[in-house]
């Protein structure tokens, strides 16, 4: 079945630096791929999504791109912030109304 | 525009009582979708309302039960509780397009359930 895989974490940078979380997915059929952020205590907020191949999903500095020959929509960000600390989730989407996530890559940027 | 709303933030139950947990979606938004966040097992898909009517359903068991009302808010229900039902309980909305289940979904804050 349709499976998303994250990159273990934690994840812990430094402020500034640049920032990756790899995703890879399995799906059949053309599923649509998102990110989704989860601050402590709080429920899922959408950062950026692509519905079809080569599309770029970008928003606050975060950039993907969906990958249909590498199955694959890394998160991306140039100059992380410590207030860019939470969880970080990857979700593949298609047409039955689930979405599947990922186990969730937790950030930790210090200042 | 206000974001999708639920109710209670919080709960205490203990084993084997009955819970219902309240989701309204985003104006406009016809579709709700429930997951379950539970510790160590990620989110896990529950149920998708749309129109009133469950569309697809996730691998739980029949004590989990909802509905979707004519204004589109829903309701969750859990009954005989169990110690690992203890998890945040999410609801999305989104505006469906026939039915397709491929639009954005959006979340609330959850409701923190927790079975003593």
């Known amino acids: 079945g349709d499976s998303v895989t994250q990159m273990e974490g934690p994840v812990t940078l430094s402020e500034e630096a640049f920032l990756t979380i790899n995703c890879t997915y399995t799906?059949?059929?053309?599923?649509?791929l998102f990110w989704y952020v989860q601050y402590p205590g709080e429920g899922l907020q959408l950062l950026l999504k692509a519905t079809k191949a080569d599309d770029k999903g970008s928003n606050k500095g975060f950039e993907a791109t969906y990958r249909k020959e590498t199955t694959s929509f890394h998160l991306e960000k140039g100059s992380v912030q410590v207030s860019d600390s939470a969880v970080y989730f990857c979700?593949?989407?298609?047409?039955?109304?689930?979405?599947?996530f990922g186990q969730g890559t937790t950030l930790q940027v210090k200042p | 525009e206000a974001g999708v709303t639920q109710s209670p933030t919080h709960l205490i139950k203990t084993r084997g009582q009955q819970v219902t947990l309240r989701c309204s979606p985003i104006?406009?938004?016809?579709?709700v979708y429930w997951y379950q966040q539970a510790l160590g097992l990620g989110l896990q898909f529950l149920l998708w309302y749309d129109e009133g009517e469950e569309r697809n359903r996730g691998n739980f068991p029949p004590r989990f039960s909802g509905r979707q009302f004519p204004n589109y808010s829903s309701e969750l229900n859990v009954n005989a509780l169990e110690l690992e039902d203890s998890a945040l309980y999410l609801c999305?909305?989104?505006?469906?397009?026939?039915?397709?289940?491929?639009?954005?979904?959006?979340f609330g804050p959850g409701t923190r359930l927790t079975v003593l």
């Open positions: 799906a059949t059929g053309y599923p649509s």
């Open positions: 999305a909305s989104s505006l469906e397009d026939r039915g397709q289940g491929t639009d954005t979904q959006y």
């Open positions: 104006s406009g938004h016809t579709s």
């Open positions: 979700a593949l989407g298609g047409n039955t109304g689930k979405l599947i």
